[in-house]
């Protein structure tokens, strides 16, 4: 649902949970912002003033160092500064360790350097509109994009672990029938800087030290957006967040979901080594269809060979596939059993134990969705089925859910509906996978059907 551009309604209004505390706060530009929260004695939600937002990578005059990552950062001190390679890796430091933007302050580089820099460069972070804590840990940042757009990150910690979870669009093209992000429509992609900016924003609230005192353990691309519809940006910020002069996490820690676009999953496998999680939903076509219209040019026959080319290609690797449980939609034994024997194939394919993880995820609802969770019981019996048939088979616990940050329910302001929506909807029709309706990008599976 568009939201207009002078109301940010944030999180968004919910009957379902019986909210009733309706709180209102100024915005950076004093407008009232509009905030229903439940228990919200308990949770403390700040604003931040902050200049008008605009995009971190478009049209500024100077190179934003946070679109680069190493090789980027190296190539442009030597070709574009004319200085020594290391002095790339200094100024990493100083941004992704010490959260330092402002080059007088990095105190290790001299004088004319920092000056230069000035000249040329600048660091540029996506502005915090609004955070928000959660009772159960979880912390929610809105971060403000250009044309009054705004995405959501979360961060979750686990036992132990801290997971931040990473948008990497605004909006998604992909019309998954119960995420409430297709709601929205598709904007944009984010830029290198807006994906890793995620991170930055994050880990400094965090006080996350990444070689001594790591709050941040892990990174999943589970965000708004379709990552591998945003290929090089997303590799590029990956590629940051495992560098030991980034973020330093092991290429495991690093996750990437896909709703399954299979050529791009090849060129991951030969591009990047990060977890793959695939969000399956259903073992066979007409349901996945239904769920997931992309399965209409990506059937689930072709999703899991390029699965198994992936996990081929790397020692030891796995695929997690997720598997939303919808009540009454893919939750019934039957839908386990085929579940189960679509992921022992798997395993013998690839020729290994436990290649195949399955991730349940209790449907997350949101407002207007004709979808509902499954109760307890059956996600449980689903889960037996698995496990009997030797499947590791995990449920995800719901977390985030009082401030509309668990799975599905990230839904940042997409406004800008049509203009960029026709351009990268031309993307899409020049690889095959999509045409129009009337104010939406969709993935068109009729004409795919056709040219299959
Ligand atoms: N486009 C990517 C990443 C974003 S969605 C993908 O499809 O994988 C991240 C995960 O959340 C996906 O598995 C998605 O299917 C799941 N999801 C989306 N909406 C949900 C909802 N309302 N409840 C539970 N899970 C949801």
Redesign the pocket.
Known sequence: MPRSRSRISFPPPTSARGNDAVTVIKSAESRPIESTLIESTLIKSTLIESAPVKSVSDSLPKQNLLDLDREGLERFFVETLDEKRYRAHQVMKWIHHRYVTDFNEMTDLGKALRAKLQEHAQVVVPGVQFEQPSIDGTHKWLLGMDGGNAIETVFIPVDGRGTL?VS?QVG?A?N?Q?????TQGFNRNLSTAEIIGQVWVAAKHLGNLPHQRRKLTNV?????????MNFDNVVRAMSVMRDDLGYGLANKRVTL????IVPMIDRLGQESDVSL???L?AADDALRTSL?PLNKKYPVAELMAACERYVKRKPRASVTF?????KGINDQPQHARALARLMRQFDNAVQMHDAAKV?L??????PG?R?E?SPEEDIRAFQKILQDARVLTTVRRTRGDDINA?????KGQVLDRTRRQAEFKKQLQARGIATETRDEVRIDTEEVDHAV
């Open positions: 979870c990497s998604c992909l998954c119960f995420c409430s992000t297709a999943v691309m589970m965000g708004m957006g379709e990552p591998l979901s896909t709703a399954g999680a695939v969000s939903h997931v997720e598997y939303t449980m919808m991730n995820i209790p449907f997350n609802p949101y969705t979808f969770r668990a799975c599905g329910q990230l």
